[in-house]
């Protein structure tokens, strides 16, 4: 049983527009490094591969493992040689909450960050777990040529450039790489996505530092990997249910999948991927009679050929 369902330590990460609201929403305050200010806490990573930032796994066999080492010791929990198809695990996840508006930004395209970063791109997906009323998100541009968005930039006509998309608890928008985006004020989100380190910010607002200096903007390399003319992805849902068990596959993409699981009473399933990367977004229950609660992180192996869940929770998942 140890090695189907393994247990990890969510990590976190500090920003501008952290305020430490994901941790009054779940019980992790514990996991938090001592020395870390809480008060700055803009999410967790719920499941990460990159050495830089691997979770930690919390019990069994492979307690005290990197998830990272686990990836390169015991490649066999996560699939077959035919499915592994990156050196690293290729998907990350996390939560965020952001008290105030995130800087525009894009991300590089893998043909740019393998050709000139050595590592590579980052695509994404959000999914809307708690927002405000009548929130929306950046994402994607009305340029139709790159001179048309040098037009955008000449004028700073950053309203007229930014395409908003409205948002509701529950929303989910694929952002392939390349594309401007922004989280905004009061939303708590997941986010699944390549575990790219790289971010080009494009626009911040004209907002100032501590110091009043206006933050760094990376424009010519953001232009570099901006995709003109901007093609919004589209996401086809696709379900599957058994009793009290619905399974819906949010995206199923060249970079990932995601599903989301919602229990209201017990059911089984099939496992759709040869290993899945789990996050409990509320709620309690179980998996193969395995306690789970809202903010636990784990790992659901390759062992597992059919998802025996009971309870009454959400949980996110995904696979590479």
């Known amino acids: 049983m140890e090695n189907k369902y393994i247990f990890l ?20 305050e514990k996991y938090v490094p001592e020395g870390m200010d ?5 999410g967790i990573g719920a499941f990460s591969g990159l050495p830089s930032d691997a979770n930690e ?12 080492e686990l990836y390169d010791e015991h490649p066999e929990l996560f699939g077959t040689p035919s499915t592994l198809k990156w050196e690293h695990i290729p998907v990350s996840m996390g939560l965020g909450y952001a008290c105030a508006d ?8 893998e043909e740019y960050a393998m050709k000139k970063l050595n590592c590579h791109g980052k695509s994404e997906s959000w999914y ?4 405000l009323p009548h929130s ?16 955008y930039i000449e004028r700073k006509d950053w309203t007229g450039l930014l395409k908003r998309y409205p948002i509701l608890p529950g929303s989910f928008y694929n952002i392939q790489a390349g594309t401007l985006h922004a989280i905004q004020k009061g939303t708590l989100f997941m986010e699944v996505c390549n575990p790219c380190p790289v971010t080009y910010r ?8 501590k110091n009043g200096n206006k933050r760094q903007l990376d424009i010519e390399k953001a232009k570099e990997n901006i995709l003109v003319p901007f093609v919004c992805q589209d996401t086809h849902y696709h379900y599957r249910n058994n009793k009290g068990v619905t399974e819906i596959n949010l995206t199923d993409n060249d970079n990932f999948s995601v599903f989301k699981y919602v229990i209201n009473g017990e059911g089984s399933l099939q496992m759709p991927k040869s290993y899945l990367g789990a996050f409990v977004i509320e709620g309690s ?14 790992l659901i192996t390759a062992e597992v050929k059919e998802l025996l869940w009971k309870g009454e929770m959400t949980i996110l998942a995904y696979s590479g």
Not at 202 to 209: E, I, L, N, T
Request: include cysteine.
């Open 57 to 68: 796994i919390l019990s069994g066999k492979f307690k005290g493992y990197k998830l990272n």
């Open 136 to 151: 929306d998100i950046v994402m994607g541009h009305n340029a139709k040529t790159m001179q048309d968005l040098d037009d």
């Open 38 to 42: 809480k008060s700055d806490i803009a």
């Open 285 to 298: 229950g179980e998996i193969d009679g395995v306690s789970l609660k809202a903010g636990d992180c784990l």
């Open 202 to 209: 494009f626009y911040d607002y004209d907002r100032v530092d």
């Open 128 to 131: 809307i777990a708690d927002c």
């Open 102 to 109: 995130l800087s525009i930004q894009v991300h590089p395209t």
């Open 9 to 28: 330590k969510p990590t976190f990460f500090e920003a501008l527009w952290g305020d430490g609201t994901v941790l009054k929403k779940y019980d992790v």
